[in-house]
C-alpha cells in the first residue's frame, strides 16, 4: 500500500510530506484548494506525461516520491522489476521517485536506480487504482472485466490455458508436418536426379584430398623422370654401384678372418650394402608413387572435377556429399512415411482441441452462474446508491473458433442501463459521471476483489449527492477498505466521517504567493472540519452538534 507521498514544487505545493496507513483515508477542503494537484502528483510516479506546467512558478525542478511497503510484492511488479534488472530485496519498500525540469525533460528511479517510464506505466495498474468522474480504466475498461468476473468465479482458468496451449502445440506439430510434405513432394523429382547423380559417382568420405594427393605425385613425376631414370642406374645392372659393392664384399667376406682390420671394413662394408640397399626400395617406390601415367592421372582429374563440381551444385564441401546423400533419402523416406505420420498428428490435434473444449465450456457455465450472482449482487447495492432504475448485467459472449484463446472461449463485458426500458450500454457510455462513480462502488463491493490494485482511490464519488445517500457511499468505502487502503477525496460530509484518517487540504496566500498545504486532522480537527462541510463558510454549534452525530453514528 501507498505508504509515504513526499511533494516538491508541484503547481501551488511548494513542500508535503504525507504518511498513509491503512483503511480508509478521506481528503476534505475547500473547491479549489488543490485536492487534484495531489493527484496529479501522484499521477507522475504512475508514469503519466510529464507536463512541465506542473513545476512551480518560479522554481528550475519539482520531484514528487512515494513509498509503497508490502507483506509480498505484486506478481506484475517483481515480472516488471526482473525484466528491467532492478533489484528489490524481499520486505524492501519500493520507492519510485519522478523528477522533471522547468525547461521540459522528466527522470523516474525506482529504489534510486533509473529506469524508464514506460516500466512506471506498467506496474500503476498493481499499484493504485484511481477512479473519478470521468474514469477510462480500471472497471470501466471491458478488457478486464472478464478477469474481474472469473476472480469473483473462481474458474479453472489455469487449466484451460494449459489446454489451450496444449492444443496450440498440438497444431503447430501438424502444420509443420504438413509443411514438410508438401515441400517434399514439390522438390520430390529434383531430389530423385540428384540422388541418382550422387549415387552413380558414389562419393566416399576423404576421397578427395587422396585423389589431389595422388594427382600432386604423379605431376612432380613427370617433371622428375630424367632425374630418377639416371639415378637408377646407379643400382640396376651388373655393373651399378651397388652390385659392385656387393661383390666387393663377397671377395672382403673369403679373407677378413686374417686380420681383425679386413674384419672391420668387411663390417662397414656390410652396412653400406644395407643402407644402399634401403636406398634402392626407398628410390624403386618414389619412381612407382610417382610414375606418369597420362591415362590414370585423366581419371583422377575427372573424378576430382566431378566431385567438386558436385559439391559447388549441392553448395557443400566434397566430404560432405555422403551426408547430403543421406539426407536426400530421409526426404525421399518421408514422402512414403510421412502421411502415416500426419495421420497419427490429426488425431492428436483433435484430442486436444476437444479437451480445450470441454474445458472451456465447463469454464464458460462457471462464468454464466457467476454473472447471474454478480448482476443480483450488484442490484442489491445500487438502491441505496439512489441508482434504483438502474439495471446491471453481465454479458458473456460465446466467440467464434478464431478468437478463442487462452482465456477460453467467452467475450465478458459489464453493462448497465440507467433508465427504465432503456438498452443495455457498457459502462464508459454512462453521460453522468456521479452515476459512473457510483455504479463502480457497487461493482467493486459486489466483487469484493482481491487481487487488484494494493490503493484504491476515488475522487468526489459522492458529487452531486447527499443524505441518504452519500451516507451509504461512506458505508460502503468503509467497508471496502477492510484491510486494505483505499483513500477518498470528497465533499461529503457523511462520507468524511467514516474515514480512519482524515487530511484537510487548503489554500493560502501571502501576498502573490499561494501555497496548497495538507494537515492530518486530529478528532478535534475532524469535527470543525466536517461542521465547515455542513454548513458552509459560518460554522454554526448546530453543524458542530451535526458534526458529532455523524462521527458518533460511525
Keep these: 500500500m501507498l505508504t509515504s507521498l513526499a511533494i516538491r514544487n ?79 530485496d524481499p520486505g524492501e519498500p519500493l520507492i519510485i521517485r519522478r523528477s522533471l525540469k522547468a525547461d521540459g525533460g522528466s527522470k523516474a528511479f525506482v ?15 498493481a499499484l493504485v487504482e484511481l477512479h473519478g468522474q470521468h474514469d477510462d480504466r480500471g472497471l470501466v475498461n471491458p478488457r478486464g472485466h472478464r478477469l474481474l468476473l472469473d476472480r469473483y468465479a473462481g474458474g479453472d482458468v489455469a487449466g484451460v490455458a494449459n489446454a489451450y496451449t496444449a492444443w496450440k502445440s498440438a497444431e503447430a506439430k501438424l502444420a509443420e508436418a504438413r509443411a514438410a510434405i508438401e515441400q517434399a513432394k514439390a522438390d520430390q523429382d529434383l531430389l530423385l536426379a540428384h540422388l541418382a547423380e550422387l549415387t552413380a559417382i558414389v562419393p566416399e568420405e576423404g576421397e578427395e584430398e587422396s585423389l589431389a594427393l595422388a594427382r600432386a605425385d604423379m605431376q ?3 617433371k622428375l623422370s630424367d632425374d630418377l631414370e639416371e639415378l637408377r642406374a646407379f643400382w640396376d645392372g651388373s655393373d651399378s654401384a651397388l652390385a659392385q659393392m656387393r661383390s666387393a ?93 500426419v495421420a497419427a498428428l490429426e488425431k492428436e490435434a483433435e484430442a486436444t482441441k476437444q479437451a480445450y473444449i470441454a474445458q472451456a465450456e465447463a469454464l464458460h457455465a462457471t462464468r454464466v452462474a457467476a454473472g447471474m450472482a454478480l448482476d443480483e ?48 450500454a457498457p459502462l464508459g457510455k454512462i453521460a453522468s459521471g456521479g452515476e459512473l462513480s457510483r455504479f463502480i462502488l457497487a461493482l467493486k463491493v459486489a466483487l469484493a476483489e482481491k487481487g487488484g490494485a494494493t490503493t484504491v482511490i476515488f475522487d468526489e464519488i459522492d458529487r452531486g449527492v447527499g443524505g441518504a445517500v452519500a451516507s451509504a457511499i461512506g458505508e460502503r468505502l468503509a467497508r ?14 457523511q462520507v468524511a466521517a467514516r474515514g480512519s484518517t482524515h487530511y484537510l487540504i487548503a489554500k493560502s496566500s501571502e501576498g502573490t504567493v499561494t501555497r496548497t498545504s495538507v494537515a492530518l486532522l486530529d478528532a478535534a480537527g475532524r469535527q470543525e472540519e466536517i461542521a465547515r462541510m455542513l454548513s458552509g463558510a459560518e460554522i454554526t454549534s448546530e453543524a458542530r452538534a451535526q458534526a458529532d452525530r455523524l462521527l458518533e453514528g460511525v
Design 377 to 424: 449482487a450488484v442490484a442489491a447495492e445500487l438502491v441505496p446508491l439512489k441508482l434504483d432504475a438502474a439495471r446491471f448485467r453481465t454479458s458473456i459472449t460465446q466467440l467464434d473458433e478464431e478468437r478463442w484463446g487462452a482465456h477460453g472461449m467467452d467475450s465478458v463485458e459489464f453493462l448497465i442501463a440507467t433508465n427504465p426500458g432503456a438498452d443495455f
Design 480 to 493: 471496502l477498505a477492510g484491510d486494505g487502503q483505499l483513500l477518498a477525496v470528497t465533499h461529503s460530509p
Design 111 to 125: 529504489n534510486d536506480q533509473p529506469v524508464g517510464v514506460a516500466l512506471l506505466r506498467s506496474i500503476a495498474s
Design 220 to 222: 612432380k613425376g613427370e
Design 249 to 341: 664384399a663377397r671377395r672382403l667376406d673369403r679373407i677378413a678372418d686374417q686380420h681383425s682390420l679386413l674384419a672391420e671394413a668387411l663390417a662397414a662394408l656390410d652396412r653400406a650394402v644395407i643402407e644402399a640397399g634401403e636406398a634402392e626400395e626407398k628410390l624403386q617406390a618414389a619412381a612407382e608413387a610417382m610414375q606418369h601415367d597420362p591415362a590414370e592421372l585423366d581419371r583422377i582429374e575427372t573424378r576430382l572435377f566431378e566431385l567438386r563440381a558436385l559439391a559447388r551444385k549441392h553448395n557443400c564441401q566434397v566430404d560432405e556429399l555422403p551426408e547430403a546423400m543421406r539426407k536426400m533419402r530421409e526426404q525421399l523416406d518421408a514422402i512414403e512415411h510421412g502421411e502415416a505420420d
Design 10 to 88: 508541484i503547481v501551488l505545493i511548494e513542500a508535503l510530506d504525507l504518511s498513509f496507513g491503512q483503511g480508509l483515508g478521506v481528503l476534505t477542503g475547500e473547491t479549489g484548494a488543490g485536492k487534484s494537484i495531489l493527484l496529479d502528483a501522484l499521477g507522475l510516479v504512475l508514469g503519466n506525461r510529464a507536463d512541465s506546467a506542473l513545476v512551480r512558478a518560479g522554481e528550475d525542478k519539482a520531484s514528487v516520491t512515494a513509498t509503497f511497503e508490502f507483506s509480498e510484492l505484486p506478481a506484475l511488479v517483481v515480472e516488471a522489476l526482473e525484466e528491467a534488472e532492478v533489484d528489490l
